[in-house]
């Protein structure tokens, strides 16, 4: 074995371990971007469900407004609140009820979209980092062959080639102990 035969692998042993070491920082690197996102996308759920709350109760508000107005119109023309405009006025309630129960839905299913997509953004961090493991696993392994490669050259030259004492040059024929070809 030579020197330049273990510097150069030494050198894949060196360029292995800094290219393993790139790739486990590029995982984590990617994996603190994605858990970033699933966070910013929880806060975004919260702010949908608060949100909407707020829109629903505006709604409410309004609502009331609309029948307290309605209900002074009646009552300054002379009608009383029975019958037909008292049913007016429910059915007034009624559908300012369903709006604001319809915009709470709406929230929580924007909300719950915003959950599933921070789901999504905490796999990818997952998957960030245990790649970037298995990246410089197979970056190290590659590096190990690559640093072998000359060890296993120098031997296979000396066992097959009878000038640096090995035996005969086919690696399929061996000598028995008599002296023999087998």
Request: charged share 25%; no cysteine.
């Amino acid at each position: 074995m030579t020197g330049i035969e273990i510097a150069i692998a030494a050198a894949a042993i060196g360029s292995a371990a800094v290219s393993a070491m790139s790739a486990i920082q590029q995982g984590q690197a990617q994996a603190k971007a994605q858990r970033y996102n699933a966070a910013v996308q929880e806060r975004n759920a919260a702010y949908e469900i608060a949100r909407s709350k707020v829109e629903s109760e505006r709604r409410r508000r309004e609502v009331q407004r609309i029948l307290a107005r309605n209900r002074a119109k009646a009552g300054a023309a002379g009608v009383t609140v029975e019958g037909s405009i008292e049913d007016f006025l429910v059915d007034q309630y009624a559908e300012g009820e369903v709006d604001a129960l319809m915009i709470e839905h709406g929230g929580s299913v924007a909300a719950q979209g915003r959950r599933e997509q921070a789901a999504v953004f905490r796999a990818g961090a997952d998957n960030a980092e245990s790649g970037s493991y298995m990246t410089a696993a197979g970056i190290l392994i590659g590096g190990a062959a690559k640093a072998g490669a000359p060890f296993a050259k120098s031997a296979l030259a000396r066992r097959t080639n009878p000038k640096l004492g090995g035996g005969s040059r086919n690696p399929a024929r061996v000598e028995d102990p008599g002296g023999s070809f087998l």
